[in-house]
Every structure is written in structure tokens, then in C-alpha cells.
């Protein structure tokens, strides 16, 4: 593992990839959230 | 429709069972339990893909990427494919709701978040396979140009117009749209690019790197199911918001031509506010 060959290209392949998905999660629970201040319940049926 | 105008502030709601719960937004406990396992699955794949599963014998440790592209891929795959069913749901009289819509708009959001993925960690492999990272070859643009393909569906959802109009076009779109995806799967064989054909299924790998590599195809699909579950609870919440606020923007309009009055003192001959909407005003 230490010497794993490619390490820049494995690492960051992981690291984009998953970076990304946790980004685009954080903006869309923080967007989700505020809309959802927004509205009564009559308009969240999943709550 | 509870929801109240609060002066020039906008809206307000009183908390929801779920807030009360801790579970504001778009959260269930269904979500937050597929969230935590999904998260132990995209450790699992980590810990299997990066250190775990032996290096190939001809493209050495660079096969790890592997781990992350396939996965990627088959997600956008899956994603487009549930949009353009959800789309057909729409389109099918019988079954037309904005729900099938919304899930169309957010399952298309997804695959180009992940198609985008496929392309960076595609070419990053390829810059140790092939020494360059982009080459024109088959697989390579046809990928391009469904992610492009796509991008353009998300924009067509954004002209404007009701929520029925948004649905007809964008529906039509994603059941065209879709075609294409046989044609990148495909080019593999038709053309002979150089991007290398299929692995699981011409059993070219096995044992430890099958076993992460359906790690990764697992850990991906729930990962999906749960961002498309908050996805589309929050295209919901846009169009109820895009909603509320049309029909406030109307009561202030009565409001303030309630108040004008005309040059010889005589008040405009508007509703009050919370009176019927217009014949046409958005519901």
C-alpha cells in the first residue's frame, strides 16, 4: 500500500468522486431544509 | 395550505412532526438508516478497493480506479434509464402525476453528477493506461456527448412555464435522450476503441476484484435510492414554494392596488386580499 504505484491518480480518483457526492449532499440537505421552512405540512407528505 | 404571509418577509410554518423529531427537510428514518448503511458501504468499498483487493498483473495498482469508475458509470446508466421510465409513467395518461416528474428531474440530476464523475476518474485512468488523458475514441465521446445530452435535458426543465408544461417537454426529451445509451454501452464492440470492453461479463477478473467491484456497484445503487429519495422531496418543496409564492405575490398586488386610489379619490375595484385568485392565477 505504502508503495502503491499511480498513487496521485487512485487517490484521487477516490477523492473526487466521493468529495463530490459528500459535497452535493451537504447542498442539497442545506437547500432541502430551508425550503422546508417555507411550507406547512400539507406539502412535505413524507414527514 | 396552512402557510401564512408574514409582511414583506414571506413565509412561515409552524414546525412539522418531523422537525420535532430532528428529521427537518427531506430525512425519514427510512433515509437516515439507508444513509448510515450506505456510509458503512462506501467505507467497505474504501477499505476493500484501496487496500484490500491485489494489484492486476498488467495494469498494476492503477486497477483500484476501477473500483470508482464502474460504479460511477452504471450509476449514471441506471439514473437515465429511471428518468426516461418516469417519464413514460408521466406521459401515460393513466398514471400522470408530477410526482413521476419530479423523479425524472432528480434521477437526471444524479446521472449527470455522476456521468460528470465517470469522465474525471475515466481520464485519470487513462492517463496511466493509455498516457493522455482524453482520446476521441467511441466510448469515449459517445460518453460526452450523453453527459452533454443530459445537461441539456436539466436545462430544458428550466425554461419556465407551469409544472404540466415542464413535465410534457422534459418527458419527451428523456425518452429520446435515453436511445443513446445503448449507443455508449455498445461502442465497445461496434467500434474497437481503445477503451477495453466488458470485465464482469467476458469473466475476465475475479475473486477479491469481483467481490469489491460489486461492492462498489452495491454501496453506488443504495447511494442513489438515497440521494433520489431527498432529491425529489426537495423538487417537491420547489414547486410548493414557486407555488406559494405566486399566490402571495398576488395578494400583495390586491393589497397595494386595494390602497391606491385614483385621481379623483376613488379607490381601484380590487378583491381583498385572501379573495378568489383570477381566472388563469396559479394554484
Not at chain 2, 425519514?28 to 467505507?43: K, N
Not at chain 2, 467497505?44 to 492503477?62: A, C, K, N, T, Y
Request: aromatic share 12%; net charge positive; glycine share 10%.
Amino acid at each position: 500500500m505504502i508503495a502503491m504505484q499511480y498513487a496521485k491518480q487512485v487517490f484521487g480518483s477516490y477523492a473526487i468522486t466521493l468529495g463530490g457526492v459528500g459535497a452535493y449532499a451537504w447542498w442539497m440537505l442545506r437547500r432541502s431544509r430551508k425550503l422546508a421552512e417555507q411550507v406547512s405540512d400539507e406539502d412535505k407528505p413524507w414527514t | 395550505m396552512s402557510i401564512t404571509a408574514t409582511g414583506t418577509s414571506g413565509l412561515t410554518a409552524s414546525p412539522s412532526d418531523g422537525q420535532r423529531h430532528g428529521l427537518s427537510g427531506t430525512g425519514t428514518t427510512f433515509t437516515r438508516w439507508l444513509g448510515v448503511v450506505t456510509l458503512v458501504g462506501i467505507a467497505w468499498l474504501v477499505f476493500f478497493g484501496l487496500f484490500v483487493s491485489p494489484p492486476d498483473q498488467i495494469q498494476r495498482d492503477s486497477v483500484r480506479m476501477m473500483y470508482i469508475h464502474v460504479p460511477t458509470a452504471w450509476l449514471a446508466y441506471l439514473a437515465f434509464i429511471v428518468t426516461a421510465v418516469s417519464s413514460a409513467a408521466y406521459l401515460w395518461k393513466r398514471t400522470r402525476s408530477l410526482t413521476w416528474d419530479r423523479i425524472a428531474g432528480a434521477s437526471a440530476e444524479i446521472g449527470v453528477l455522476f456521468m460528470a464523475f465517470t469522465l474525471v476518474t475515466g481520464s485519470l485512468w487513462g492517463s496511466v493506461s493509455w498516457g493522455t488523458y482524453w482520446v476521441w475514441d467511441a466510448r469515449l465521446t459517445t460518453t460526452a456527448f450523453l453527459f452533454v445530452t443530459y445537461i441539456g435535458y436539466l436545462a430544458v426543465r428550466r425554461l419556465g412555464g407551469s409544472h404540466e408544461a415542464r413535465a410534457r417537454r422534459s418527458s419527451v426529451m428523456a425518452l429520446l435522450a435515453v436511445l443513446e445509451i445503448p449507443l455508449v454501452h455498445y461502442s465497445v464492440k461496434w467500434w474497437r476503441p481503445l477503451h477495453q470492453g466488458e470485465t464482469v461479463a467476458d469473466r475476465t477478473i475475479d475473486g477479491l476484484m469481483l467481490f469489491s467491484l460489486f461492492v462498489g456497484l452495491i454501496t453506488f445503487t443504495l447511494l442513489y435510492v438515497w440521494l433520489l429519495l431527498h432529491k425529489q422531496r426537495q423538487l417537491a418543496l420547489e414547486d410548493a414554494v414557486e407555488d406559494h409564492g405566486l399566490d402571495l405575490a398576488l395578494v400583495e398586488r390586491r393589497r397595494e392596488a386595494s390602497t391606491t386610489t385614483r385621481p379623483g379619490g376613488a379607490s381601484f375595484g380590487v378583491a381583498a386580499p385572501g379573495g378568489a385568485a383570477p381566472e388563469g392565477g396559479a394554484a
